[in-house]
């Protein structure tokens, strides 16, 4: 079945960049998500990618899609104090209803 | 505009209690999803409304989870019985529907303790 892998935890330097990858197993991925949630409140769309894409830039994030690879990754550029949560990589088949999440990866900055 | 707003925001309950979870999703979405969070896991899919009716219903656990959405706009899972398994977040999306709904937006959830 579908299924989402993304690494448990990230810490980084505040100012550095942030990478967090994600794996997934559906090839007919059409739709490809980056979601954030802050301790206590709820999911935050950040951005999403359509399968069809190999990059999408906006602002300080950048994705990058290897569909090939089936590898989705997050680029957090000049990361701050306030880019601390759990970032949970998802996809969604085009002909899909739900969306399916990976665990999450828990991104912590240090000073 | 507001969000999907979610009711109440915690609840606890004792085992073998029933429990309502009420869901108000943004105007003018057509689309509503339930998923439920379990501590350190992402959200899992429960059911998905198209307007009135259940469209995909194929996450609900068991027979003691149900979901009505009547007038196509406030839906309400209801869960039987409550075990203490059933603890966990419980978040509602709702979406513009049709080739839209790959954007789905999350309320702040639910969180239901089962004692």
């Known amino acids: 079945g579908e299924d989402v892998e993304q690494s448990l935890f990230l810490s980084v330097r505040e100012g550095d960049s942030s990478v967090i990858n994600c794996t997934y197993t559906d090839s007919s991925s059409t739709y490809l998500y980056w979601y954030k949630q802050e301790p206590g409140a709820g999911l935050q769309l950040l951005t999403y990618i359509f399968s069809n894409m190999d990059m999408k830039q906006d602002q300080r994030l950048t994705v990058l899609l290897n569909k090939k690879d089936k590898h989705l990754s997050l680029r957090i550029a000049d990361t701050q104090t306030g880019d601390s949560a759990i970032y949970f990589c998802a996809e969604k088949d085009s002909s899909a209803s739900k969306i399916i999440f990976g665990s999450g990866t828990r991104l912590s900055i240090r000073p | 505009g507001a969000g999907v707003s979610q009711t109440p925001s915690n609840k606890v309950t004792e085992k073998g209690k029933y429990v309502e979870l009420r869901c108000d999703p943004i105007?003018?979405?057509?689309?509503l999803y339930w998923y439920r969070q379990s501590l350190g896991q992402g959200p899992e899919f429960l059911i998905y409304?198209?307007?009135?009716?259940?469209?995909?219903d194929s996450g609900l656990p068991n027979d003691r989870f149900f979901a009505v959405r009547p007038e196509g706009s406030v839906s309400t899972l209801k869960i039987q019985r409550t075990e203490r398994g059933d603890s966990a977040v419980y978040l509602c999306?709702?979406?513009?529907?049709?080739?839209?709904?790959?954007?789905?937006?999350f309320g702040p959830g639910t969180r239901l303790t089962v004692t």
């Open positions: 409304f198209q307007g009135t009716g259940a469209a995909d």
């Open positions: 999306a709702s979406s513009l529907g049709g080739t839209a709904n790959y954007e789905q937006y």
């Open positions: 105007s003018g979405h057509t689309a």
